[in-house]
Nanobody, 123 residues
Framework: QVQLVESGGGLVQPGGSLRLSCVLS????????VGWFRQAPGKEREFVGG????????DYTNSVKGRFTISRDNAKNTVYLQMNSLQPEDTAIYYC????????????????WGQGTQVTVSS
């Protein structure tokens, strides 16, 4: 059974940092891309960033470029989303998702999803 489990969310002040983790299990993900998405209250879920599991540079949406970084630990089947300089507009539920082969910004292409982790940026 494929599972993606996010963790690391919480409450942080503006300008602060959080690191989200996404642990993947249940199959081999060597040819899978992992994407991060978020859904703010009253808004549609949107692409944040993504990376093919083994190759290529991460892709980020413009609003997080220079602040968010995706990394991975292949041995632990874990992908991270380091979020710096957080702002109130980053408040959302953050999801990781996995799809075969290359990264994509299209949610419909992702086969597996985690349950989400809440990130709240507030003073």
């Amino acid at each position: 059974q494929v599972q993606l489990v996010e963790s690391g969310g919480g409450l942080v002040q503006p300008g602060g940092s959080l690191r989200l983790s996404c642990v993947l299990s249940g199959r081999t993900f060597s040819n899978y891309a992992v994407g991060w998405f978020r859904q703010a209250p009253g808004k549609e879920r949107e692409f944040v960033g993504g990376q093919t599991w083994r190759f290529g540079s991460p892709d980020y949406t413009n609003s997080v470029k220079g602040r968010f970084t995706i990394s991975r630990d292949n041995a632990k089947n874990t992908v991270y989303l380091q979020m710096n300089s957080l702002q109130p507009e980053d408040t959302a539920i953050y999801y990781c998702a996995a799809k075969p082969f290359g990264s994509s910004r299209a949610q419909r292409e992702y086969d597996y999803w985690g349950q989400g982790t809440q990130v709240t940026v507030s003073s």
